[in-house]
């Protein structure tokens, strides 16, 4: 390869002086120091965070307690760095929910896998999985950093459902056939 | 061999596209072969055709002729024929190719005919996609991306029915999902020979059901999940365990009985979730007997062997194969091999018996064969046996010679391919005189008197073919890798061979079927490579005069030989 020899534009007398430079930079000191902080004391202090951030991936029930995740595992099949593994299984008949049937055994996101990309939250056909504004994730060992179903449910809470589509159904069941 | 009859072929144009096609070749599979799908939910080719779904309507015509001279009538505008369309759509599962026969799939009446039906359908339909089984190999999913609207205009209240149906111990029914298609009702009636199955009800009340006091209960209930398009059948074992788009796909053959049923298996990262028929129109067409996708469960058996052992010691596997060869030193072996065994293992076991110069026994198993898809013979593979050499007649249920070389102490070691040799009638006393050497997958009285324990693979877990009652060789494939501690039966073998002083021979199948090739004139042109997915047939009659226990099946009839013996 060729070598272009380039040569350094000498300093000029004031430059040499240092003098500009150094009254240029304490002028932005003093005016930064009448103006209010810009930064905060974390962790005491956290940051509000803006309305749509994708933090840690979570699972939410409905306003009943219902968990709204039916293992279809479609987050599992469209998560890039596969983090999300999911373990199927069938919710009993008697149960409370049995008219939903299906719920998952064992919900398992390694978060040292995550890239925090919201598709599980995009694809989720029963808007069971969020990602909320959570944003620290931390833990000593790798098996910590994986977040259990239990955990998910801790970290997601209940969120306001639109559409009702189970109570629904079970409205239909009881009722029965119209004509 | 003899060639079948060339099929009388009829020319058919489908969209534009001329045919021949033979005789009898229904619209649809015509269609398939020129490349063009045509949506169906109840037409399926090994059934008979009712025509209820409605989707597979399509524009047809003749080729216009005068009525009074019969000479054809020409467009001007083209200069062709002109073609006479039916003003209304017709099915195409329920009619034949006739020569001249012109179709149109791709017009917008074709296409409205397909949004109407799918409409329909879809009115009363469930969302439950999921949370359904069926998602991912759904008809109904399907269709509704090519010709479904989207949206619902139906306000009314939707049909409520019975969602978890138990039809009999392993199908679930979904009513609520069910297009009342009748495929179901048709296999059980037809192929199954058991009619339990039928409608009730009128319009949007029709209900699947069994008939009052019966059960879905017969051994090939599990085809009609498989040949339901939409959800509503359900395998009990199979339902809410993975989805179906996560499973990998294996050929294999079902080991159940000689019949070879062509089956794949589905698999997730090591673990098996189900097997289903695969379709073979010279075996099993696109069934397969409900016994046969539980054997799965063997991989993760509680009595796998998993250790090699010496006097039941933990051991490694060379010198579990050097204790072995010095048992060989000491002559007088006798080896028992398995019509379980594949055809590449009951070679190299030939091969084991023909380096010891020791005689080769095998074990029969013998039920009632149930005329359709499982047969008298247990075994998957007893003409694999006979054509690779290893016995030359057909064996027998009990090892009474043998019982009888080890009582009179000509016996002093056996070797035992996956056979328990007290199953087959040696008596722990006989088991005890004797050193053995046993290779196998489970634990056993065998494996418990066996000197040297050697842990093999299943079927899943390993490759190779099998040869059926039809002496047609299947080949299958390796689903998941082979259980900790357990060894390749060919490998173990090989070793055997090698450490019994017969050199070495390959233990990597397709460089082994090359000697395979070599030594076996039967299978002289074949590789395990090119064997094709639906089998080859070998030529039999070297042994036509034996009396096979086969009764008749589905695809094969007993030569006169057997007949005799089933007869009698």
């Not at chain 2, 391919?417 to 634990?443: M, N, P, R």
Request: hydrophobic share 40%; aromatic share 6%; charged share 20%.
């Amino acid at each position: 390869m060729a070598v272009i020899p380039v040569s350094r534009k000498p300093l000029s007398f004031a430059e040499r002086t240092y003098i500009p430079q150094i009254l240029g930079g304490l002028k932005i000191t003093f005016k930064r120091m009448l103006k209010p902080a810009e930064t905060m004391e974390y962790p005491e202090q956290r940051p509000e965070i803006p309305k749509h951030y994708r933090g840690v991936p979570t699972l939410v029930k409905d306003p009943n307690g219902r968990e709204k995740c039916v293992s279809c595992q479609l987050c599992e099949f469209v998560c890039p760095p596969k983090a999300i593994r999911i373990t199927p299984g069938e919710i009993p008949l008697d149960a409370p929910t049995g008219h939903v049937e299906k719920a998952p055994q064992a919900f398992d996101i390694d978060m040292l896998r995550c890239i925090y990309c919201g598709l599980c939250q995009e694809v989720c056909p029963e808007e069971a999985i969020f990602l909320q504004n959570q944003y620290s994730m931390t833990g000593y060992t790798r098996a910590e950093m994986v977040n259990h179903k239990d955990r998910l449910y801790e970290l997601g809470g209940t969120l306001p459902d639109q559409h009702h589509k189970w109570d629904k159904k079970k409205a239909a069941e009881e009722h029965g056939n119209a004509h | 061999m003899i060639a079948p009859p060339k099929p009388e072929l009829v020319t058919v144009n489908i969209d534009g596209k001329e045919i021949a096609v033979p005789k009898g070749t229904n619209v649809i599979e015509a269609a398939r072969l020129v490349g063009v799908d045509v949506p169906h939910y109840c037409y399926h080719p090994k059934l008979a055709i009712v025509g209820n779904c409605r989707m597979c309507l399509v524009e047809m015509g003749m080729p216009a002729v005068d009525p009074a001279t019969k000479a054809p009538v020409i467009d001007p505008a083209t200069g062709k024929q002109k073609i006479n369309w039916i003003p209304r759509p017709q099915i195409g599962c329920g009619t034949n190719a006739a020569p001249g026969l012109h179709i149109r799939t791709n017009t917008p009446m074709v296409k409205d005919c397909r949004e109407g039906v799918m409409e329909f359908l879809l009115i009363n339909h469930p969302l439950d996609c999921p949370i359904c089984d069926q998602a991912g190999e759904c008809k109904l999913q399907e269709q509704a991306t090519g010709y479904g609207r989207g949206y619902s205009r139906f306000i009314e209240q939707k049909n409520v029915k019975p969602k978890r149906t138990q039809l009999g111990p392993r199908v679930t029914l979904d009513d609520e999902r069910c297009v009342l298609c009748s495929r179901c009702i048709r296999f059980s009636r037809d192929i199954a020979k058991d009619d339990v199955l039928g409608f009730i009800d009128r319009g949007s009340h029709s209900t699947l059901t069994c008939y009052p006091g019966k059960k879905l209960e017969n051994n090939y209930s599990l085809n009609t999940v498989d040949i339901c398009p939409v959800g509503a059948l359900t395998s009990t074992d199979f339902r809410f365990k993975m989805r179906v788009w996560f499973l990998k796909q294996t050929n294999s053959i079902d080991t159940e009985s000689s019949v070879g049923a062509n089956t794949v298996v589905w698999s997730r990262e090591g673990a098996i979730y189900r097997i289903t028929p695969r379709r073979n129109d010279e075996v099993n067409d696109t069934w397969m007997a409900d016994t046969g996708r539980v054997l799965y469960k063997q991989v993760k058996a509680d009595n796998r062997l998993t250790s090699v052992k010496i006097n039941g010691a933990d051991s490694g596997l060379d010198i579990a194969v050097n204790a072995a060869a010095e048992l060989f030193k000491a002559g007088s072996v006798a080896i028992v091999g398995s019509g379980r065994s594949s055809v590449e293992e009951q070679f190299l076991t030939r091969k084991l018996a023909t380096t010891l110069k020791a005689p080769a026994h095998l074990v029969s198993r013998v039920g009632e064969g149930d005329r359709l898809l499982i047969s008298a013979d247990r075994n998957p593979n007893v003409r694999g046996a006979l054509v690779t050499g290893l016995i030359a007649a057909l064996p027998s249920a009990q090892l009474t010679e043998l019982a009888a070389q080890i009582d009179a102490g000509k016996v002093k070691t056996v070797v035992s391919v996956g056979e328990d040799l007290a199953a087959a009638g040696l008596s722990a006393a006989q088991l005890a005189k004797v050193a053995i050497v046993y290779l196998g997958t489970y634990a056993n009285e065998t494996s418990a008197a066996a000197r040297v324990v050697l842990p093999t693979l299943t079927v899943f877990e390993k490759g190779g073919t099998f040869v059926n009652q039809q002496f047609r060789v299947q080949k299958f494939l390796k689903a998941v890798p082979g259980a900790e501690g357990a060894t390749d039966d060919l490998v173990v073998l090989a070793k055997l061979v090698a450490a019994a002083g017969g050199g070495s021979v390959p233990s990597e199948i397709n460089t082994l079927w090359k000697t395979i090739a070599a030594e076996v004139p039967a299978l002289g042109t074949m590789t395990f490579a090119n064997l094709p997915e639906t089998g080859l047939l070998l030529d039999a009659t070297p042994w036509s005069a034996l009396p096979f226990a086969e009764g008749e099946t589905l695809h094969y009839k007993p030569t006169k030989a057997a007949q005799l013996v089933v007869g009698s």
